[in-house]
C-alpha cells in the first residue's frame, strides 16, 4: 500500500518529502495518513518493512514512523539495516504500552523518539513537526561547539547533540524540547552517554567534557 499526495502550496521544509509510514495495521496506517494529509504532508505508507527498507534507503523522507512489531523484519531490525544512528530524517518508533524495553533498545539503535499506543494523532503530528524543525536546524547548523575529549568517537551524533545540551546545564525536559524529542528519551541517552564515558554523575560528565579528558 502507498499513497503518495502532494499539496497546491508552495513546498516547504515540511512537505518538499514525504511522511513515511510502516505499519502492519491497516487502520493505523490509514489514520495516520489521513490526519498528516490533512496537515499538508506528503504521505508514503508501507504494510512491511523490506518494501520500506528498499524505498529508504535510497530516498529521503522528512520523518519516518515505524511499528516496532513487524512481520518479517522488526522495527528492530529496520533500524540496524538503515544505520539509524546516520541516517538522514528523525525515525519514530510506534511500540505498545508494554514495549518500553524494546523502545529503549530502539533508541540505542538509532530512533528519534517512540510514541506509546494508544496515541492522539494531534500529538503526533505535532511531535513529528517539531521532529521535523529540530532535524531542519540541526542541519542548518552543522557543527556542534563541544571541543575534543577522550571517547567522543564513541557517542553518535544524536548523543553528540545531547551531552552538549547536558553540558549547557539544560534539564532533561529543556533539552527534550530543543531537540524535539522526550524527556524520557533524553534519559536514556544521558544513561547511555554517562556508560560509554563511564562518567560517575552528571557532574562527574561535565567535568570530563570540559576538561577533554576521561581519564
Request: aromatic residues 6%; hydrophobic residues 40%.
Amino acid at each position: 500500500m502507498d499513497h503518495t499526495t502532494q499539496t497546491n502550496a508552495e513546498p516547504d521544509t515540511e512537505t518538499a518529502t514525504p511522511i513515511y509510514i510502516v505499519d502492519d495495521d491497516a487502520a493505523v496506517r490509514d489514520a495516520l495518513a489521513f490526519v498528516f494529509e490533512q496537515e499538508g504532508f506528503a504521505v508514503r505508507a508501507f504494510e512491511d518493512g523490506d518494501a520500506f527498507v528498499n524505498d529508504a534507503a535510497a530516498a529521503s523522507p522528512a520523518c519516518v514512523l515505524l511499528d516496532v512489531h513487524m512481520p518479517g523484519r522488526s522495527g528492530i531490525d529496520i533500524l540496524k539495516s538503515l544505520n539509524a544512528n546516520h541516517y538522514r530524517a528523525p525515525i519514530f518508533i510506534i511500540s505498545g504500552q508494554g514495549d518500553i524495553p524494546l523502545a529503549v533498545a530502539a533508541i540505542k539503535e538509532g530512533a528519534f523518539d517512540f510514541i506509546e499506543k494508544p496515541f492522539d494523532v494531534d500529538t503526533v503530528v505535532r511531535r513529528v513537526s517539531d521532529a521535523i524543525a529540530a532535524m531542519n536546524e540541526e542541519k542548518a547548523s552543522e557543527s556542534s561547539t563541544l571541543g575534543d575529549f577522550e571517547g567522543k568517537d564513541r557517542l553518535t551524533p544524536r548523543e553528540l547533540e545531547v551531552l552538549q545540551q547536558i553540558t549547557a546545564g539544560a534539564s532533561n525536559k529543556e533539552a527534550g524540547k530543543r531537540l524535539g524529542i522526550s524527556p524520557r528519551t533524553i534519559e536514556v541517552h544521558r544513561a547511555r552517554i554517562m556508560e560509554k564515558l563511564q562518567a560517575r554523575n552528571a557532574a562527574d560528565l561535565v567535568r570530563m567534557v570540559l576538561s577533554g579528558n576521561t581519564g
